[in-house]
C-alpha cells in the first residue's frame, strides 16, 4: 500500500506563506494524479488542490489565487505552496493519491 508523507507545516501569522511537501516510495507522485486536502477541527476533510499525471492542476475556491501545487521530479515531491494565509487556513494538510489513502498531515496554524 502507498504511503504519503507531508511535512513543512508551522505556525504562521496571518499574511504570512508556508510551502508543503508530500513524499511517497517510488515513483508514484509522477505517475498519478496527486491530491491535497485539509481537515479542521470538527470538521470534515474538504479537498484543496489536485495535479494530474500530465501537471494539470485544480483548485477550491477558497484558495484560488492563493495557493499553487506543483510536482518536482527532481526532489520526487508534489509540493504546495500556500500564500496569504487566513486564520481560517488552520488545519491538518495531508495528501494522496486519487483513490488512496491520506497520510497523517502537517499541522497549518495561522494566528498573530
Known amino acids: 500500500q502507498d504511503q504519503f508523507v507531508e511535512s513543512g507545516g508551522g505556525l504562521v501569522q496571518p499574511g504570512g506563506s508556508l510551502r508543503l511537501s508530500c513524499t511517497a516510495s517510488?515513483?508514484?507522485?509522477?505517475?498519478?494524479?496527486i491530491l491535497w486536502a485539509r481537515q479542521a477541527n470538527g470538521k470534515h476533510r474538504e479537498f484543496v488542490a489536485l495535479i494530474t499525471q500530465t501537471g494539470g492542476t485544480n483548485y477550491a475556491d477558497f484558495v484560488k489565487g492563493r495557493f499553487t501545487i506543483s510536482r518536482d521530479n527532481t526532489k520526487n515531491t508534489v509540493d504546495l505552496e500556500m500564500n496569504n494565509l487566513k486564520p481560517e487556513d488552520t488545519a491538518n494538510y495531508s495528501c494522496?493519491?486519487?483513490?488512496?489513502?491520506w497520510g497523517q498531515g502537517t499541522q497549518v496554524t495561522v494566528s498573530s
Open positions: 517510488g515513483n508514484i507522485l509522477q505517475t498519478s494524479t
Open positions: 494522496t493519491k486519487s483513490g488512496g489513502t
